[in-house]
């Protein structure tokens, strides 16, 4: 711990990381600056920033995580999600496809009978996808995206306007898109009304933290955790998170989910935005690119981020305790059985509860009475509360009485029929514990 | 619950949700069976089996699951491990893509410039990545094959000789392939040979149990609960998930990832293969395919089962309770501050001890002693055990004592210097719950 | 010979094979009128006509030959013709491709690196080629388009107005292809200004008279033979044929050389050009077309013409005639040689005229006098020409005296030395023939 | 002229042309040779040699014309002309398409629908081309092959049997190439029973003079010049020079048409052959390749012969001389009008003839006898010949008397109604020539 750590901020050290990733990367000077326009060609190289925001909407950052940078890309997911959030996912599938392209992001990758574009993080996907947004007209329409994306940064954002008016003059290929798509009836909108749009929101500035505030907001499911506002419902959410899972980093996508396992978007100023889902989000800025069009410091930060916190979405936490416990002791009053159950409930936990109380398995027999005692569960995933419902209504159906023990009265198993609940055991159960199946 | 559940056996509740998904989608004959073979052509499209075995190795079954089939494609991902296994995946990946090729099972997708299939789960990747176990011959390879295919399986695997005779026999296209990549020099082996290995690993009998057995022993990250044993290590099981989950499903790949959200497989002969990491592995067989060569019923199922049991990898459980509680009230005695933890620790909850313990935030001025209470905590995700570590060394160096509180001394948080431990609070205290910020 | 010919107009022979093709070919009535504008769903699908113009500039026709329609795709031809004329081949190759595409008339076929066009008669290509035409602006480039395809025509053409609007209005993937190929540096106009005149140039109205008349000129070497006007030079004509021969029937080229084996030409409203090099140009007019676009017709009345009349480009002219006579008989004075050549002369005459003196094939010994009678040969091609010249200086160089017998004197044969000149033989010469050795 | 020319043998000028050409285009060495087999590898980078056999059967060269190669995929068209003749166009066009694929030789350019490849001249179409020679067997299908080969060349050829086996023992492209096929169902023989003849047929040993021959067959309409043997009938050999001369030269096959001008075809061991039509077949060897597999010398000397002998498909031949001319002068006894004809007549010379009985066109009023002299006519094309035909049968409607001037009876106007023969006219007539139309 160096010197400067304030004992009274602990957290600090989370900023300590962070800092350590950026000083490791900082000296790779590899890549070139966009400059297909002078704004972009102008920006400082040697910027580079990198943002955290938790799902709690704690901050933290590296560097340069201030310095506003065009949005670009990055855009795409959040457009997707205010699409989404006005269609739902069948009407706006049947616009835009979901398959990744294994093609660059400028990508004619059109669907041969319709125009549909393949996804929606290809620049095609994104200009149907704005045309998407429910609007009267052009300016509507934006001021929408504006304010969906400004809900998921948490503050005002506003569009760079040279950047704007330079895209718009050179959008050539972008325009080529557009006009495949009108041609074959893929996109409803004039061309140039949804290229305004799309030119619009790709030029909205934005800062490193930013970028790791929207991203925190899709890993808390919608829900943006410095502003405490539900900016989109959580399905949509998944939905943008899946989407970017295998398109999000256009053809070096699938390399990306295998290494890194954060669903993420770049874009060509230079930002880079990665989700750990339920964790925290991420924004970097270093504004030199990939011969693919990402940020190699970015993509760098990213790499050493999930490698150093291994927040590869497949890997799982290493549990080193079972969730589950079933007690019989000479301690527990005759014919009581305590099922206590622990921690954050899914199918596998819900899975040994049922288990746990069939005697070839268990060798304790049954009585009279059941106490699930809920006090140290964390959570409970639906499948895990239907499963817990099931064993309830099983129980009682054979004779036995089944009592809950959750003072705080959550509701964690909404039983369909009527259970008792206690606020303490009697005896308390000393921590007999089973071998763990899975240690 | 139906009249015949057993109450000594509460688990079967599993079976009849399994059993529910069979009926509801029994009634569906769309597709066909393949019949580019005689062998396949010959299969009772009738026949409809589910199974599910948990990463506990206990088995779940509706319908058909002890029907004999051939592997086919499912079998891609496990040889994919072994070869992982035998090289690391550096080096695979030198001679496979990560890439899902947004085409279809048997696309000739492979790198203009060195021939590099796209990916290991299309034909052309699979043939590539049989070619790299490592053995002196062919006989000798797939015995490593059908040996690794085996333990995932949990039983030994044998080869339908006449599928195979007839797969070498028509094997054109696949033939094409491996002549094409020989031609470019991404085949090392000679076209005969490796498509012996290949046809054979295509020709392994199955069940649908087998299935979810070899797709548990995924979900637990290469550990097969049946039989115990570790087959492949965690870091190749992560792989082999991560890359099911962009290219597993062919051209529908991202589709399913959006709307299924499991890493999948699925074989011509009508198996599907899904893992809930964690959780438990999915088999299914129907032979009956859509037109892109998937079992209608199998993807129905995998569709049902994961709306139904919410195993959408991006969907979150939703935690009802804090995962810290911090304490410093009368109860306690003096200069003593206690910090419980619960559940299974990752980011989330090592942050919010981090800043738990900053006055600014927790109005708890710092005291001598800080307890650690690890008593409900389930396991420690390694950013959470770094995080801790670097609180406790924070604490220390401003001088203050830390007390790890773990009476079964299971070392989750490693600290760098040394830490007393001891096996109880004196006084006890009461759970005063902080408002939860994602609740 | 029907009743009603004319003895004193007998090429009105000529006029009655049209109509009996134009007869036999009516009844189809395949295909379906292109309907992506009002202007053009409005044809009269019954129209046919079909029009020939000589190389002498007579014109013969059958149906509505009269009819007018827009040019559509006819156009490229003769602007491909108009910016070789103002830049010559090797500038506009380095601009727009000479390779078929393989692919429709509106395929997306451009080079990967910069963006070039495959072929001057596909969309993309016909665009550039139109902003390679020297003007100060759009509406001088369009002048100069339309005053040279009126040469082409021998009228002064005019656009249809209502069809320019609809196909600046409708024209998306023509505007896609612009932009493109802007964003790929390949169209160096403004998008607009580009398709401006494309669009304009495919909106001239012309008649099936029209478009033979333009096919004539190009059958002429450039030179129309209504009007007597040079409107290209020979070389920029070749070209326009070569390039019409390999692409002028999009992705049917090669078909359409191989069955019909004329350069031609179709256009959407129902158009198609074809030339029959040195002999004639084809237009005709019916506006129903294939799924390729071209007119059902329009094709089949080519074909027709093409194998009645052997008109294939392949297709040699039997010659029951040897073109060289040597005569050294009794009845020629003693010293004397003549070498007598007749017809166009080619390669395969010259080369007969020199083996023709050499002793030991043609058994006739060298005489003091070689007269080389010229009386009727029609033509001589350059090659022909530079062998009789190699021929003279050789016969020269051995002391032989050459005298050439043409009383026109038209200089076929530019003798580098000397050479005398007579108006005619002292003794005729009976047509003693020898074996052709084509025959 | 150099001073060695011997003046018996003036033919030797063309000797001489070629060997300028070879001079100046020798210093090239430009080009790497074919290595993926050591048998090509070890060719002589040096040897030069430029064949020339004309349609008389006389052989010219320069250079290394006797030196012995691998005719390679030169074998294709020839091939191909078998298969014509074994089944005839349409139903080889069912096999084997007839379009230019714009891709390499060896590229994967098959139909999606039925996997036909694009057309004879790449690998995969002469793969099929070959497996369509009628015969029981590998051996008999080779054997008739070789024998076809021979005939073209006029020499017994023979397999080298160490290139034979190289290509055998290296195809990898071309066997995933007749897989796919296969597969598809575009291929019917076993593929190592198809590929057998392919390598066979491209490891027959030829010279430069070989391909000539060859080549001068074709030129010759089948009839090979040199043994007087008719290989193929006519319309074969049209088909073969049509797909020459759109695919010939892979995808530089635009560019050669429209700089060279002639159907051609090389092969990777060096050869090309071209041909000029009706005049001479071109055979070159020089082993150097571009990095389109075309020898650099073989194209450039091509490319010097038709740019200095105007040899392109396109040249038309300068035509000095009308080819027609009407006579009624006082010279000529009342009542007869004297039509003189010349040369090699195609439509042109037709239409003139009868335009030329027009009265408002020639001022020249009906008589009662109309001759056509025929004396100066080489060959009459058949639509000249229709033409003549009914100009004939309408004057006699009309009451003409017409009579035939052609001593030697040789039917070039086979008339449907009785015509009298005269052998000569009483009176001669002075040439007054009429200003050439075309002139």
Same mark, same amino acid.
């Given at each position: ?348 936990? *819900? ?5 746990? !109380? #069939? %005697? ?5 027999? =049954?009585? $009279? +009475?059941? /106490? ?25 159906? *054979? ?5 809950? !023990? #959750? %003072? ?5 198993? =909404?039983? $369909? +029929?009527? /259970? ?20």
């Amino acid at each position: 711990v160096p010197a400067a750590l304030d004992p009274d901020h602990p957290a600090q050290v989370i900023d300590r990381a962070l800092a350590a990733v950026r000083d490791r990367i900082g000296p790779h000077d590899d890549g070139a600056i966009a400059d297909y326009i002078p704004e972009l060609a102008a920006a400082d190289p040697e910027h580079f920033g990198i943002a955290l925001v938790s799902v709690d909407g704690n901050g933290y950052g590296a560097g340069d995580v201030d310095v506003g940078f065009t949005i670009q890309s990055i855009s795409k997911p959040f457009v997707y999600a205010l699409a989404l959030a006005d269609h739902g996912l069948d009407a706006v599938a049947g616009r835009v496809g979901l398959e990744p392209s294994g093609e660059a992001y400028n990508a004619i990758s059109l669907d041969p009978d319709d125009g549909r574009p393949d996804n929606p993080m290809i620049n095609a996907g994104a200009i149907v996808t704005a045309s998407l947004v429910r609007a009267a007209d052009a300016d509507e329409r934006f001021e929408r995206v504006r304010e969906t994306l400004s809900a998921f940064a948490g503050r005002d954002l506003s569009v760079n306007e040279r950047v704007f008016a330079s895209e718009a003059a050179t959008g050539d290929r972008n325009r080529a898109l557009a006009h495949l798509m009108k041609a074959a009836g893929a996109l409803d909108l004039e061309v140039e009304d949804a290229l305004d749009v799309y030119f619009r929101q790709c030029s909205l500035m934005v800062t490193a933290t930013d970028v790791a505030t929207m991203a925190a907001t899709l890993a808390r499911s919608g829900h943006n955790p410095v502003t405490d506002h539900q900016v989109v419902d959580e399905q949509v959410a998944e939905h943008v998170l899946a989407v970017m899972a295998t398109c999000g980093m256009y053809d070096a996508s699938g390399r990306w989910l295998v290494r890194v396992g954060l669903p993420a978007k770049s874009g060509v100023a230079g930002g880079v935005l990665a989700v750990s889902p339920g964790q925290f989000g991420i924004g970097t800025f270093s504004p030199r690119l990939d011969d693919r069009g990402n940020s190699v410091r970015g993509v760098a930060a990213c790499e050493a981020l999930s490698s150093e916190f291994s927040l590869h979405l497949l890997h799982r936490v290493e549990r080193s305790e079972p969730v589950v416990a079933v007690h019989r002791a000479p301690e527990v009053p005759d014919g009581v059985t305590v099922l206590r159950l622990r921690g954050a409930l899914e199918f596998t936990g *819900a899975e040994r509860a049922l288990r746990a !109380l #069939d %005697p070839a398995e268990s060798h304790i027999a =049954p009585t $009279a +009475t059941l /106490v699930i005692d809920l006090r140290q569960v964390l959570g409970c995933h639906p499948v895990a509360a239907a499963m817990l419902d099931a064993l309830t209504l099983g129980q009682q159906a *054979a004779g036995v009485k089944v009592v809950v !023990l #959750d %003072p705080r009265r959550r509701g964690l198993v =909404p039983a $369909a +029929t009527e /259970v008792d609940h206690i606020d303490a055991l009697d005896h308390d159960i000393p921590e007999r514990v089973p071998a763990d199946p899975m240690s």
